[in-house]
């Protein structure tokens, strides 16, 4: 997968192709989770969140990457993406010493408020 950087909000965009089975899943069920892990194997940003099936046509514009014609070849059939939301956030990074509890190993997590529908 190739994120786009999260955004202000901490919403990540993903492309992916409208067939795959990442597709399925998400319509079968939105929860999602995604890991980056740090350079040298030091440490990781886990994201929980739920996932979102993008298909408008101005915001696939807006987020596309060169080099992407290779695996979407027929771009407007195949070309798809997804947003996640997140719901919590787990760090660790060994070098920082930002570990988990000693006694349960739960590392360190931020909750994102749920926020509704945007008001007028």
Do not use: H
């Amino acid at each position: 997968m190739d994120p786009f950087e999260p955004e202000d909000d901490m919403v990540v965009w993903l492309a992916t192709n409208r067939n795959s089975r990442k597709v399925q899943e998400i319509e079968q069920d939105p929860r999602v989770s995604l890991y980056y892990e740090a350079d040298g194997g030091d440490g990781y940003v886990a994201i929980q969140g739920t996932a979102r099936l993008v298909d408008d046509p101005a915001e696939k514009k807006r987020r596309w990457k060169k080099g992407w014609e290779e695996f979407y070849p027929d771009r407007e059939a195949t070309y798809l993406l997804i947003a996640v939301t997140p719901e919590s956030l787990e760090v660790v990074s060994y070098r920082l010493e930002l570990v988990g509890d000693p006694q349960t190993w739960q590392p360190p997590r931020v909750r994102f408020p749920q926020v509704g529908p945007k008001q007028p």
